[in-house]
């Protein structure tokens, strides 16, 4: 069984920082694509930023400039560094996964983890 953790959110002022962490654990054999959604209340999710496993990586272009992500693969953890954070950049922050731990690869998502911006 696989799963994926993440940490790091929480409040922050506009202008301030946060870095989110997402560590998977289990049976894996690899990961290939990671990467970071969020979900503001009613809004559908949306991809924030994703890195393959050699490192290429693609942002939503609200956040270009402004987030970072970046992973570790001796860890199976990628992180996103939050800098210049905004209100409207308030949500639930999930990280996803490629895994391959059988014959064949699949998705897993993690819990989420709040992140909110206040003016």
């Known amino acids: 069984q696989v799963q994926l953790v993440e940490s790091g959110g929480g409040l922050v002022q506009s202008g301030g920082s946060l870095r989110l962490s997402c560590s998977a654990s289990?049976?894996?054999?690899?990961?290939?694509?990671m990467g970071w959604y969020r979900q503001a209340p009613g809004k559908q999710r949306e991809l924030v930023a994703t890195i393959t496993r050699s490192g290429g990586t693609n942002y939503e272009d609200s956040v270009k400039g402004r987030f970072s992500i970046s992973r570790d693969n001796a860890k199976d953890t990628v992180y996103l560094q939050m800098n210049s954070l905004k209100p409207e950049d308030t949500a639930v922050y999930s990280c996803h996964a490629d895994v391959v731990a059988g014959p064949a690869p699949a998705e897993y998502w993690g819990q989420g983890t709040q992140v909110t911006v206040s003016s």
């Open positions: 289990g049976s894996i054999f690899s990961i290939w694509a």
